[in-house]
């Protein structure tokens, strides 16, 4: 069986085909794709394979903008950060989903799913109808929320805009919040931690304890400490220890990509 690939995040994709290898070490991964560009020329090159696993959110774009430019003559399984309700669409047109972080057991199910298509339909199956998929899937819902990119921080008599990736995480100080920007800037903040636990993407933001909301790139090591804890290390550094909760350990452990 072949396999393809579209993934944008690295590790990501390197768990994706390690999984799949293990389920069947006769399957081939041809390649690994992280833009809509790169897989659209691709699929102008290439004999289309047996199977596409295909994440939705890509760097330049969704991955349902291939469809649009390459018709796609192989089942999908997409991957996919998005809930339940937005993906019931995709069981009216037998395309299966794995809701991330993925694990083991889920994406064998798929597989085995996938299977039983095969023999039950064999090669001649037709290709799926994904221009229908879309006209179902779109009026939904949408499919991310609105979350902020700017902020507008108050220094003294100014209002200074300031982008989300350029802060590297949030944190209390005597019942006052404050942002640490990659240049070690501590600017206080005119929200809660809470408040801005819905403001910020969970992709990128994590609540790490009722002190800090951490950018994942500000976690600079990990250490397993006493009773299950973990201690982190981040970048800028911090005077304060930051501890993430046995309760919570294995959640951070798989946002970081485990």
Known sequence: MNVLIIEDEPLAARQLQTMVQDYDSDVTVLDILDSVEMS?????KNPH??????DIELTD?????IFGHVAVRCPVIFTTTYDEYALKAFRVHSVDYLLKPIDEATLRRSLEKFRDMQRLYGAARPALDLGELLKTLR???????DYR????LKQGARLVPMEVIDMAYFFTRDRLTFVQTWDNRALMMDYTLDELGQKLSPQRFFRANRQFILNVKAVSHVH???NGRLKLDLTPPTDEDVFISRDRAAEFRAWLGE
């Open 40 to 44: 659209v020329n691709w699929f102008a």
């Open 49 to 54: 394979p047996d199977l596409l696993l295909a």
């Open 61 to 65: 774009g969704q991955s349902f903008d």
């Open 139 to 145: 009026p939904v819902a949408p499919l991310q929320p």
């Open 149 to 152: 990119d700017r902020f507008l």
């Open 224 to 226: 397993l400490h006493f």
